[in-house]
T-cell receptor, first 112, second 115 residues
Framework: DQQVKQNSPSLSVQEGRISILNCDYT??????FLWYKKYPAEGPTFLIS?????DKNEDGRFTVFLNKSAKHLSLHIVPSQPGDSAVYFC???????????FGQGTRLTINP | EAQVTQNPRYLITVTGKKLTVTCSQN?????MSWYRQDPGLGLRQIYY???????DKGDVPEGYKVSRKEKRNFPLILESPSPNQTSLYFC??????????????FGEGSRLTVL
């Protein structure tokens, strides 16, 4: 029962263009969402988060959008840079429930 | 430097031979957790701990044990490893103390192969 789904295992984008990574969830109780980035041979690192009281959160080149009615969130990276090539995990949580539920991950490749 | 340290980073073992993967954090975090990463399944939580002597099962606890005798350490124990426990394991910690998931800090991972 995959409560958080990233349906695209991989994505390839030209340097300088926009990268859009998508994530869907099934549990309407989730109220806090995060994105993590993972390079090979390293642990995931926190990238950006959003609470369900917002529909958008920006941090530099990274913006996360939340559509609660569609149970969908997306991560936009503009402009994409070669250093953005990594695996991106979305995660969801119920605040106070002490656990994050992760998606399967999307491997983003930025081509020069 | 703030970090979560796991050991060993790589291990090949045989079925039934008990092993322990250690995890230590130097950030005085209350919350610690173990995840395994498998292709197509993402990160799945094995066990978590909200504080010393407080542990609870995650989504895939079968075949694993943990202990939290000190705040900084959270070892993962495989009493009798089996091939289906071949995976990439991550330890993580968080300041939030379990009240909210907060931002998890991950170790670099331990790749375990059970033959």
């Amino acid at each position: 029962d995959q409560q958080v789904k990233q349906n695209s295992p991989s994505l390839s984008v030209q340097e300088g263009r926009i990268s859009i990574l998508n994530c869907d969830y099934t549990n309407s109780m989730f109220d806090y969402f995060l994105w993590y980035k993972k390079y090979p041979a390293e642990g995931p690192t926190f990238l950006i988060s959003i609470s369900s009281i917002k529909d958008k959160n920006e941090d530099g080149r990274f913006t996360v959008f939340l559509n609660k009615s569609a149970k969908h969130l997306s991560l936009h990276i503009v402009p994409s840079q070669p250093g953005d090539s990594a695996v991106y995990f979305c995660a969801a949580a119920i605040q106070g429930a002490q656990k994050l539920v992760f998606g399967q991950g999307t491997r983003l490749t930025i081509n020069p | 430097e703030a970090q979560v340290t796991q050991n060993p980073r790589y291990l090949i073992t045989v079925t039934g031979k008990k092993l322990t993967v250690t995890c230590s954090q130097n950030m005085n975090h209350e919350y610690m957790s173990w995840y395994r990463q498998d292709p197509g399944l993402g990160l799945r939580q094995i066990y978590y701990s909200m504080n010393v002597e407080v542990t609870d099962k995650g989504d895939v606890p079968e075949g694993y044990k943990v202990s939290r005798k000190e705040k900084r350490n959270f070892p993962l124990i495989l009493e009798s490893p089996s091939p289906n426990q071949t995976s990439l394991y991550f330890c993580a910690s968080s300041l939030s103390g379990g009240r909210d998931p907060g931002e998890l800090f991950f170790g670099e991972g331990s790749r375990l192969t059970v033959l």
